[in-house]
T-cell receptor
Framework: SAVISQKPSRDICQRGTSLTIQCQVDSQVTMMFWYRQQPGQSLTLIATANQGSEATYESGFVIDKFPISRPNLTFSTLTVSNMSPEDSSIYLC??????????????FGQGTRLTVV | TQLLEQSPQFLSIQEGENLTVYCNSSSVFSSLQWYRQEPGEGPVLLVTVVTGGEVKKLKRLTFQFGDARKDSSLHITAAQPGDTGLYLCASEGGTSYGKLTFGQGTILTVHP
C-alpha cells in the first residue's frame, strides 16, 4: 500500500489569498490526482498530475485558479488561488493502487480542510 | 463521464439493524468500487467488483454487482456504531485506475 501525507491538514485563510497544499507519497508513482470535497458532499476530480508534463484539468477547473506542480515522482502541490468562501472544501490527493499489481482503485491522503473567511 | 446515482443520501439507524445502499448508472460499469470515509480522513477502499452478478463479503458487509453491471449494492448486517461514516461508490474513467467518478455518497449514522 502507499502512504500519502498531506500538508497542511487544515487551514483558515483570508479571502483573496492563496494556499499551497503539499502531497508526499512514500513510493514513486506515475500519476497523482487532486480531488475537492465540498461540505457534506462527495468527491470531484480537479486534475491529474503527471511528472514532467502539465496537469490535465477536469471540466470546471482551470490552471489559473488551481495551479499544480509535479516536480518528481513522489511529490505534488495544489495551489488554491485568490480564494473566496466558495473555495472552502476538503482537498485530497490520491494515487493509483495498481502499479505492477494492476489493482484497481486509489489510495487517498487524509485531506486538507480549507476554510476561507 | 459516467454518472453514478447513489441512494439513500442519509441513513440513521439503531445498532443491530440491517441496511442497504444502492449505486446505479445508466451505462455499464467496467468495475465499481466502494469506499468508506471517516471524518478527517480520506476515503478507504472496501472492495472492487468487476464481474456481473458478483457477490463479495467483507465481514458483515456484502457487496453485489448487478448482472448487467449497471448497478451495485452494499448491505450491512447488524450495523454497529463503528460502521458510522460516509460510504461512496466510484467508477474508473479512462485508462487510469486512479481517475474516479464518485456517487453522491451515503452518510450512515448508527446509534448505540
Amino acid at each position: 500500500s502507499a502512504v500519502i501525507s498531506q500538508k497542511p491538514s487544515r487551514d483558515i485563510c483570508q479571502r483573496g489569498t492563496s494556499l499551497t497544499i503539499q502531497c508526499q507519497v512514500d513510493s514513486q508513482v506515475t500519476m497523482m490526482f487532486w480531488y475537492r470535497q465540498q461540505p457534506g458532499q462527495s468527491l470531484t476530480l480537479i486534475a491529474t498530475a503527471n511528472q514532467g508534463s502539465e496537469a490535465t484539468y477536469e471540466s470546471g477547473f482551470v490552471i489559473d485558479k488551481f495551479p499544480i506542480s509535479r516536480p518528481n515522482l513522489t511529490f505534488s502541490t495544489l495551489t488554491v488561488s485568490n480564494m473566496s468562501p466558495e473555495d472552502s472544501s476538503i482537498y485530497l490527493c490520491s494515487v493509483e493502487r495498481g502499479g505492477v499489481t494492476g489493482a484497481s482503485g486509489a489510495f487517498f491522503g487524509q485531506g486538507t480542510r480549507l476554510t476561507v473567511v | 463521464t459516467q454518472l453514478l446515482e447513489q441512494s439513500p443520501q442519509f441513513l440513521s439507524i439503531q445498532e443491530g439493524e440491517n441496511l442497504t445502499v444502492y449505486c446505479n448508472s445508466s451505462s455499464v460499469f467496467s468495475s465499481l468500487q466502494w469506499y468508506r470515509q471517516e471524518p478527517g480522513e480520506g476515503p478507504v477502499l472496501l472492495v472492487t467488483v468487476v464481474t456481473g452478478g458478483e457477490v463479495k463479503k467483507l465481514k458483515r458487509l456484502t457487496f453485489q454487482f448487478g448482472d448487467a453491471r449497471k448497478d451495485s449494492s452494499l448491505h450491512i448486517t447488524a450495523a454497529q456504531p463503528g460502521d458510522t461514516g460516509l460510504y461512496l461508490c466510484a467508477s474508473e474513467g479512462g485508462t487510469s485506475y486512479g481517475k474516479l467518478t464518485f456517487g453522491q455518497g451515503t452518510i450512515l449514522t448508527v446509534h448505540p
